[in-house]
C-alpha cells in the first residue's frame, strides 16, 4: 500500500532531523523499524490519536527504548501531537527524551533499558484475556536485547498461558551495541529457538510492506503467541549508513543529513503540504 | 503474618474484583486459598521474579490492583529494574509482597536473609514501605494497601508471630508512628520494626524498664509530626532494626531529625542509638533468636545508653 511507504519515508525524513538537530545516537536502529512502524501505524493497529487511552485502542510497546525518535516520529505524524513537537527532540525541559517516554501521548511504557517490555507485554495481555476486553498487543524488540534473559523468562511464559493476543516482532538488523549480533552472542538458530518455545514463528524481509502486514495482520494460530522475525538493515533506507555500526552513535553532520535527505526524497518525493 | 496477609487480601477481594494475585512459585500452604476461591484473579508465574514484576505491571496498565508473593530477597532485590523502573517510574499500583524479612529464615543461610530490602526500595521514588511488625500490624497494612493506588513494599515476617497489639482492628493510615506504650516521665525512647518488636516489648517489660515504645508499620513515608513528639519528650532514642545498619530505619530516622533541624523544625533532637546489622553476611546456620544475637541486635548494656 502506497501510504506506509510514504509514511516510512516521513519517518525516516524526521528521525534524521531529529537526531541531527539533537546531536543524538541510535538513527541507525530507529531507520530499522521505519518501515515496520509505518506498516503497524498505517494498517495493522486500532488507534485513537485523540484518546491515546482509550480501552478499545491495540497496545504498542517500543521494547527498544533508543529507537524512540522512529515512534515520536510515527505518533506525531498519526496526529497524536502537533509533529512541530518534534523540534524539541532532546531539548532542555522537553518531554521528548531520547529513550521512549509514557509522558508522550500514545506511548503505554517507558523503555530504554533492554530486555523489560515483553514482560510487561505479557501482563497487558493476561489482563486483556482475564478481562475479555479484546484487544492485540505488539511488542516490538531488537536482536541484541535477546540477550537480556528476562525475555527469556517472558518468551517461557506467553505460550504457557496461551496468549495468542501476543505478538512480538524482532527487530533482527544483526548489529548491537558492540559487533555483530552474531559475533557478540548469536541468537541462531532464532526462528527454531521460539518454535521449540511454542511460538509460532514468521521470518520475514522486514522492509517489505506487504510481507510486514501479512505478517501482523493476523494474531498467532492454536492458541500460540506469534513472533516475527524480521530481517532488517540497520541505517536502511541511507546508504552510507546502511549496516555500519558507527551509526548506533554517530549523528548525521549538516552534510550528512543533507545527502540522506536528498537520498530519501530521490526515492519517495515528500509532500511538504 | 503471612496467614495475616492472605486472609486480609482474600477479605478484600471478595469485595474488589481487581485484585489479582502473582506469586513465584512459593507460597505453600499460604496462597491456596485464594487461588481456590479467584481462579481467574491468582496465577503462579514461575520461578521468574523478573518476568513476575513485568507482568505485574503490565495487569496494573490494565487496571488490577496487583501483589507479588515471594520470599525475602526473590521479589525485591532479583527484579529491583523492573521494579524501579516499570513500576515505580511509571507509579502503577503494585504491591510487592516478601515473607521472610531480617533472619526469618536463618538457617537456609545467606540467600534467603533479607537484610538490605529496606534500603534497596526506600530509596526509589514513588514507593511506600511497610514493615508491620505483628499479625495485627500486617492485617491493617494489607487493607490500607488495597486502598492505595501506587506501589507498595510489604516486608512481612514469616508465620508464629506473637501478637503485640491489643485491639484487633488498628486505625493506622500511611506513614503512623504506633505508640505502643506511652508515660510522660520516660527519658528514653525505643523504637522498632519487624518481628523483632516483639523481642524489644519483652525485654523492657522483664527488665522493668521505663522506656516508651514505639512500633514504626511504615519506614516510608514516617509521619513527621509524630516524630517530632517523640523526640521532643525523649532524651535518649534507640532504633532497633533486622536490617543492615547502612540505609535502614534507624538512618531513615536520623535522616529526618537531621533534616528537621536544618530548617529549624526541631531545636535539637536526643541521641540515638542504631541497634542494626554492621554491615556483613552471617553465613552459618541458626534459627531467627539465634542469628539475631550473633549480629548483637540485642539490647543488652554494651547496646544502649
Ligand atoms: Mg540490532
Not at chain 1, 56 to 77: E, Q
Request: net charge negative.
Amino acid at each position: 500500500m502506497k501510504n506506509s511507504i510514504l509514511l516510512a519515508a516521513e519517518i525516516r525524513r524526521h528521525a534524521l532531523i531529529m537526531n541531527h538537530n539533537a546531536n543524538a545516537s541510535h538513527i541507525g536502529g530507529a531507520l530499522s523499524i521505519a518501515d515496520i512502524l509505518a506498516v503497524l501505524y498505517e494498517r495493522v493497529l486500532t488507534l485513537f490519536p485523540q484518546e491515546p487511552t482509550n480501552p478499545k485502542r491495540d497496545r504498542f510497546l517500543l521494547s527498544k527504548g533508543h529507537a524512540c525518535s522512529a515512534l515520536y516520529a510515527v505518533l506525531a505524524l498519526k496526529d497524536f501531537f502537533e509533529v512541530e513537537l518534534l523540534d524539541t527532540y532532546s531539548k532542555n525541559g522537553s518531554k521528548f527524551t531520547t529513550h521512549a517516554s509514557h509522558n508522550i501521548p500514545g506511548i503505554e511504557l517507558s523503555t530504554g533499558s533492554l530486555g523489560h517490555a515483553l514482560s510487561v507485554g505479557c501482563g497487558i495481555a493476561l489482563a486483556s484475556k482475564r478481562k475479555q476486553n479484546y484487544f492485540r498487543t505488539f511488542v516490538l524488540v531488537s536482536d541484541g536485547e535477546l540477550d537480556e534473559g528476562s525475555n527469556w523468562e517472558a518468551i517461557l511464559f506467553a505460550p504457557h498461558h496461551k496468549l495468542d493476543n501476543l505478538t512480538l516482532i524482532v527487530d533482527y538488523n544483526k548489529i548491537q551495541s558492540l559487533g555483530n549480533v552474531d559475533d557478540v552472542l548469536s541468537l541462531e538458530p532464532l526462528k527454531s529457538k521460539f518454535e521449540a518455545f511454542n511460538w509460532e514463528a514468521v521470518e520475514i524481509d522486514g522492509h517489505d510492506h506487504e510481507a510486514i502486514y501479512n505478517s501482523l495482520i493476523t494474531s498467532g494460530r492454536n492458541a500460540k503467541p506469534k513472533v516475527i522475525i524480521a530481517h532488517t538493515i540497520k541505517g536502511k533506507g541511507i546508504d552510507f549508513m546502511e549496516n555500519q555500526l558507527l551509526w548506533h552513535y554517530k549523528s548525521p553532520n549538516e552534510k550528512e543529513l543533507e545527502s540522506a535527505i536528498a537520498q530519501l526524497n530521490k526515492v519517495h518525493p515528500i509532500d511538504q503540504s | 503474618m503471612r496467614t495475616a496477609f492472605i486472609n486480609q487480601l482474600i477479605e478484600e477481594a471478595k469485595g474488589n474484583e481487581n485484585i489479582f494475585l502473582l506469586v513465584g512459585d512459593l507460597g505453600f500452604s499460604v496462597v491456596e486459598p485464594f487461588a481456590k476461591l479467584f481462579p481467574e484473579r491468582y496465577l503462579n508465574v514461575g520461578i521468574a521474579e523478573q518476568n513476575m514484576a513485568g507482568i505485574a505491571a503490565g495487569l496494573a496498565m490494565e487496571g488490577y490492583c496487583v501483589y507479588i508473593y515471594s520470599i525475602g530477597n526473590f521479589p525485591t532485590l532479583r527484579c529491583m529494574e523492573q521494579i524501579r523502573y516499570d513500576i515505580c517510574y511509571h507509579n502503577l499500583n503494585v504491591k510487592i509482597v516478601a515473607v521472610g524479612g531480617g533472619y526469618a529464615y536463618g538457617a537456609l543461610g545467606p540467600s534467603h536473609h533479607a537484610t538490605e530490602d529496606i534500603g534497596m526500595l526506600r530509596t526509589i521514588p514513588n514507593m511506600v514501605v511497610c514493615s508491620p511488625s505483628d499479625p495485627i500490624e500486617a492485617k491493617a497494612i494489607t487493607s490500607i494497601s488495597v486502598n492505595y493506588n501506587g506501589p507498595m513494599y510489604l516486608r512481612l515476617g514469616k508465620a508464629g508471630e506473637k501478637i503485640i497489639h491489643r485491639s484487633k482492628n488498628l486505625r493506622i493510615s500511611i506513614g503512623d508512628i504506633i505508640k505502643y506504650k506511652e508515660q510522660d516521665n520516660s527519658d528514653t525512647a525505643i523504637l522498632v520494626t519487624g518481628s523483632i518488636a516483639d523481642y524489644a516489648i519483652n525485654y523492657v517489660n522483664e527488665k522493668k524498664l521505663r522506656w516508651n515504645i514505639y512500633t514504626l508499620p511504615f519506614i516510608k513515608p514516617i509521619n513527621k509530626e509524630q516524630l517530632k513528639d517523640i523526640v521532643t519528650r525523649h532524651n535518649e532514642l534507640i532504633v532497633l532494626e533486622e536490617h543492615q545498619k547502612s540505609c535502614g530505619v534507624g538512618s531513615a530516622v536520623i535522616e529526618i531529625l537531621n533534616d528537621l533541624f536544618n530548617i529549624g523544625e526541631i531545636e535539637n533532637y536526643p541521641k540515638i542509638r542504631r541497634i542494626a546489622i554492621d554491615d556483613r553476611f552471617y553465613s552459618i546456620a541458626g534459627d531467627q533468636s539465634f542469628l539475631r544475637e550473633l549480629a548483637n541486635l540485642s539490647l543488652n548494656k554494651d547496646n544502649i545508653f
